[in-house]
């Protein structure tokens, strides 16, 4: 599965950005996906994920702001971002989650097994 991140850019504390991935391949649907982020010298981490049946999780530090979506007839996910802070500035990318995903414990280090390139949001004060 290739996976294209799209609809990053700079934007002003507060603003709003929504970010696409398409996916190609036909095991979209009924795979997890998920946004992770890296800003330089952090870790990478994990910003939000959905099930294949819609269920959604965020990370605390996202939680009320960013919200992910998928349209699995299109094979595209989607993170709409909202009340952007400086520190939402990073690279951007989409996963496809692994064999080891579950709902129970949907940010495990193992749940997700592919990434795209990314896409770069920067977030100005």
């Known amino acids: 599965v290739q996976l294209v991140e799209s609809g990053g850019g700079l934007v002003q504390a507060g603003g709003s950005l929504r970010l696409t991935c398409a996916a190609s391949g036909s095991i979209f649907s009924i795979k997890a996906m998920g946004w992770y982020r890296q800003a330089p010298g952090k870790e990478r981490e994990l910003v939000a994920a959905?099930?294949?049946?819609?269920?959604?999780y965020y990370a605390d530090s996202v939680k009320g702001r960013f919200t992910i979506s998928r349209d699995n007839a299109k094979n595209t996910l989607f993170l709409q971002m909202r009340s952007l802070k400086p520190e939402d500035t990073a690279m951007y990318y989409c996963?496809?989650?692994?064999?080891?995903?579950?709902?129970?414990?949907?940010?495990?280090?193992?749940?997700?097994?592919?990434w795209g390139q990314g896409t770069q949001v920067t977030v100005s004060s």
């Open positions: 959905i099930s294949s049946g819609g269920s959604s």
């Open positions: 996963a496809l989650g692994g064999d080891y995903y579950s709902d129970y414990d949907p940010f495990s280090p193992f749940a997700f097994g592919s």
